[in-house]
């Protein structure tokens, strides 16, 4: 059986319902999870996480609207998400995560592998949040040297897998938009969108690193492009090699077109 979802919106869950979430998670029977602005106990949130840690099927999951609320809920996460390998998708839009909840739970999305889509729009972020999320990019990574490899970059540029970002209204400034611009033109990302809106960025500024990042599309598709050509360049070739065409002179004086085997 394919897995199926749960998606429950601004309930008051029961420990019946927690239970029943565990045993799914536990069980590889769901894909994606959604507790988006759900009242629970720490208690349960803990057993939600630990099941998320077991899981091998789960690949979004969605805690939007105050569901981690505290810094202990914020370390439950980091741990489950040190264990996961399976979630794409993670969204935490309106968590009062702060800078201090980020750098607790950075370390656990630097390594995470599957990892495709983050929202950490309205977390109550700020510029330091920017550098709490920085780390060495991949020593082959660099562009401009190895004196720069650690510095004034997101931590995504290390990922991957990771195509998406929500920065939406975190209270960034031009200051962390440079962060960004120097790591979307300098270093290899997977990254295709970054959403910045209602911050204290310019628009200049966000053109900017949007330009960048479609560039970053139309190079994966020029390259494809090429790769098929050559693909197709390969097949003619092998075929010409195999027949070829050659005119044939009878002796009644006409010509005749006939294929031969090589």
């Not at 999951?61 to 489950?80: F, H, M």
């Not at 120097?182 to 809106?197: F, G, H, K, S």
């Not at 494809?224 to 075929?239: F, G, L, P, Y």
Request: hydrophobic share 40%; proline share 3%.
């Amino acid at each position: 059986m394919l897995p199926g979802s749960i998606q429950i919106s601004g309930e008051t869950l029961s420990s019946a319902e927690i239970r029943d979430i565990c045993e799914s998670l536990r069980e590889n029977s769901i894909k994606l999870l959604s507790l988006r602005g759900c009242q629970l106990s720490d208690r349960d949130f803990g057993r939600i996480c630990r099941g998320v840690a077991e899981s091998h099927s789960l690949a979004q999951l969605n805690l939007n609207l105050g569901i981690v609320s505290n810094i202990n809920r914020v370390k439950q996460l980091a741990e489950a998400l040190k264990t996961n390998r399976s979630v794409q998708s993670l969204f935490l839009h309106g968590s009062p995560l702060t800078d201090a909840g980020l750098a607790l739970l950075n370390p656990a999305l630097s390594i995470h592998p599957s990892l495709v889509a983050l929202d950490l729009g309205d977390c109550m972020l700020g510029d330091e949040g920017i550098n709490l999320i920085c780390g060495l990019l991949p020593p082959d990574g660099a562009k401009s040297g190895d004196q720069i490899a650690g510095m004034l970059a997101v931590s995504v540029a290390s990922s991957r897998t990771l195509e998406v970002l929500d920065l939406e209204g975190t209270g960034l400034t031009n200051q962390s938009a440079l962060i960004l611009l120097d790591m979307v033109e300098n270093y290899p990302t997977a990254l295709r969108t970054l959403i910045l809106a209602e911050n204290n960025i310019s628009p200049e500024l966000q053109q900017q690193i949007s330009d960048l990042l479609s560039e970053g599309e139309e190079d994966d598709e020029t390259e494809t492009r090429e790769v098929m050509a050559r693909e197709k360049n390969n097949w003619i070739c092998q075929s010409n090699s195999s027949s070829q065409m050659v005119l044939v002179t009878s002796g009644l004086g006409e010509s005749l077109l006939a294929e031969t085997e090589m």
